[in-house]
């Protein structure tokens, strides 16, 4: 099995900072891609950024230049520094990884259990 668990949510005022970790265990041979998704009431998912395993980003344009992504290989987690908060950022996020569980596998996408944010104004 594996599992990834989420931290680092909160409440916040607009314009503060939140640091989200999600650290993924279990049965891993090795992971590719890792993200960042996001829901709000009434709303889809949406990716909000995702990193390679050699460590290119992309990110959502309503995030650029708030938002930064980062891993750390060693210890299969990854990062999401979010800076200059707004209300419409206020949603639970939620991560997933491209999990390889043994040599030849096909990668599964696992997802975590999702971690509320809230921005008030």
């Known amino acids: 099995q594996v599992q990834l668990v989420e931290s680092g949510g909160g409440l916040v005022q607009a314009g503060g900072s939140l640091r989200l970790s999600c650290a993924a265990s279990g049965s891993i041979f090795s992971i590719g891609a890792m993200g960042w998704y996001r829901q709000a009431p009434g709303k889809q998912r949406d990716v909000v950024a995702f990193?390679?395993?050699?460590?290119?980003?992309n990110y959502a344009n309503s995030v650029k230049g708030r938002f930064t992504i980062s891993r750390d290989n060693a210890k299969n987690t990854v990062y999401l520094q979010m800076n200059s908060l707004k209300p419409e950022d206020t949603a639970v996020y939620y991560c997933n990884a491209d999990v390889m569980k043994r040599v030849g596998v096909p990668r599964i996408r696992y997802w975590g259990q999702g971690t509320q944010v809230t921005v008030s104004s």
């Open positions: 990193i390679t395993s050699d460590g290119n980003t």
